[in-house]
């Protein structure tokens, strides 16, 4: 069964609510998109960057197929709709919030939406 907190995350990426996906992470969190070579740096950084995510690829939902933590340690598998883009998070929590992520997805099937193009 995947942890709630794990839902409650990526339904907040669904929303497109970038506070509310930043209220997950630690005020000095390390955010890593590891297939864009993309670094956030903090809870702003964090937020600025799914505004930039939700411009590029607007009107997405994220399906969580499994997703488990330790007190110190998390990791999910997902699936980015209507692309069908799979992927998966890893990465360390402090107090519950997330300190660092590493986001692994399949960059070679990826396509942006013509709107973005």
């Given at each position: 069964?995947t ?6 995350y990526?339904?907040?990426w669904?929303?497109?609510d970038?506070?509310k996906?930043?209220s997950f992470?630690?005020?000095?969190c ?6 864009a070579a ?6 702003h950084?964090?937020a600025?960057f799914?505004?930039?995510s ?5 009107n997405?939902?994220y399906d ?8 110190t340690?998390y990791a999910?598998?997902?699936i ?8 998966s998070?890893?990465?360390?929590l402090?107090?519950g ?5 590493r986001?692994y997805w399949d ?8 709107q973005?193009?």
């Open positions: 069964m942890d709630q907190w794990i839902l409650d990526f339904d907040a669904s929303a497109e970038p506070d996906v930043a992470v630690t005020e000095d390390v955010y890593e998109d590891v297939t993309h670094i956030s740096r903090g809870r950084q964090v600025n799914v505004r930039i939700n411009r590029v690829v607007p997405v939902t969580v197929v499994s997703g488990h933590s330790t007190p340690a999910a598998e997902w980015m709709q209507p692309q069908g883009l799979r992927g998070s890893v990465g360390t402090v107090d919030k997330i300190s660092s992520n986001d960059g070679a099937t990826f396509r942006l939406p013509k973005a193009q």
